[in-house]
Structure formats: structure tokens, C-alpha cells
């Protein structure tokens, strides 16, 4: 009889967890040497990083997925309404510069796509990765001066994670380029 994955967490300093998995790629379970690379099934860092401006906070949690990564945000009730991906290419006016194509799912009656997509573009661009945002906002009745608010909180955020991070050259972050051009800039 095969068991499930054993996933643990622990809390080694505020904002960031650790998690360990050990699920092979059959299913069942294994012994992962030390140099097991990030996320096939290893040993990853979550961090979080936050930006606030009067009521309103929004928050980040960024998880690298081996060369990739994952971003989960939210503010005021949390939720999925939106998740864009994006991925880097050469730009179509310069090729020597490196610009990001990229997609949004959306919920019916959700209106988180643009962040996610932006965001999404904006890292992978920044990043030279695969990027992954799931973005989920609420907050009751908010006028057009609160919504620019959240959107230039999300701008920090975005910031905050390149600076973090920041910029990679292809070579280190395994910047995967689709040779084939978009209509998109």
C-alpha cells in the first residue's frame, strides 16, 4: 500500500517557512540527498513581503519553484480572483533586450487580472523566469483614489521583490526564451 507525501513545516524566522517534501517521481515516497534541487521535491524558502499605505496593506508570498517562481497576493479579504503567468523573451524593437509575454486566468466577476498580469509580466522581465501570480483583493466599496492606492502598493511590492531578488542575467536564473515572437511588446 502507498502512503501520500509527507510535507512538514517549520518557522526558522518570522516571514519565511521552509518546507520539505518527500514524494518521488513515482509516488511514493523516498530519502532526498542534501543536493536535491529546489522543489523536485527539496527544500524551499517562502518568503513575504508587504507594502501599506493608510488602511490598506497588501502582501506578498514568493516562493522560488527551482529556476521559477510563484506569487501569491493579496489584501483586505483574501481570495483567488485572478492568476497571471508570464514569461521572458527578447523584446521585438531591441532583441538584446529582454521583455516578457504573458497570460491571465480570471474568476467571473473578478477584477484582479490586470494586477496579476502586470505583475507577472514585470517580474519575468526583471527576473529573466518564469513568473506565476495569484492575486485575490477585497475591499468594500472603494473610490477610483483608493483603487490607485492598492495598484501603487502592488508597484511596491513588485519593487521590493526585484530588489529582493534582483535583475538576473539569463545564464543564472535559466532565462528560457520562445525563439518564436508574440504580437505583444
Known amino acids: 500500500?502507498?502512503?501520500?507525501?509527507?510535507?512538514?513545516?517549520?518557522?526558522?524566522?518570522?516571514?519565511?517557512?521552509?518546507?520539505?517534501?518527500?514524494?518521488?517521481?513515482?509516488?511514493?515516497?523516498?530519502?532526498?540527498?542534501?543536493?536535491?534541487?529546489?522543489?523536485?521535491?527539496?527544500?524551499?524558502?517562502?518568503?513575504?513581503?508587504?507594502?501599506?499605505?493608510?488602511?490598506?496593506?497588501?502582501?506578498?508570498?514568493?516562493?522560488?519553484?527551482g529556476d521559477d517562481f510563484l506569487v501569491v497576493l493579496c489584501g483586505g479579504k483574501a481570495h483567488i480572483g485572478a492568476v497571471g503567468m508570464a514569461e521572458p523573451r527578447p523584446s521585438l524593437r531591441d532583441p538584446s533586450q529582454r521583455s516578457?509575454?504573458?497570460?491571465?486566468?480570471?474568476?467571473?466577476?473578478?477584477?484582479?487580472?490586470?494586477?496579476?498580469?502586470?505583475l507577472a509580466e514585470e517580474l519575468s522581465r526583471g527576473l529573466g523566469c518564469r513568473v506565476v501570480v495569484v492575486a485575490g483583493m477585497h475591499w468594500e466599496g472603494l473610490t477610483e483614489a483608493e483603487i490607485e492606492e492598492v495598484l501603487e502598493l502592488c508597484k511596491e511590492i513588485a519593487r521590493k521583490i526585484l530588489l529582493r531578488i534582483g535583475p538576473q542575467p539569463p545564464s543564472t536564473r535559466g532565462e528560457r526564451i520562445n525563439s518564436a515572437p508574440s504580437s505583444r511588446e
Open 100 to 118: 516578457a509575454t504573458g497570460s491571465v486566468f480570471t474568476f467571473l466577476g473578478h477584477k484582479e487580472d490586470v494586477v496579476a498580469k502586470t
Open 1 to 65: 500500500m502507498t502512503s501520500a507525501a509527507v510535507t512538514t513545516a517549520t518557522r526558522p524566522s518570522p516571514g519565511i517557512w521552509a518546507w520539505s517534501t518527500a514524494l518521488g517521481r513515482d509516488g511514493f515516497s523516498e530519502e532526498l540527498p542534501p543536493s536535491a534541487p529546489l522543489c523536485y521535491p527539496g527544500s524551499v524558502e517562502l518568503q513575504e513581503l508587504t507594502a501599506k499605505k493608510g488602511r490598506f496593506q497588501v502582501r506578498a508570498l514568493l516562493l522560488p519553484l
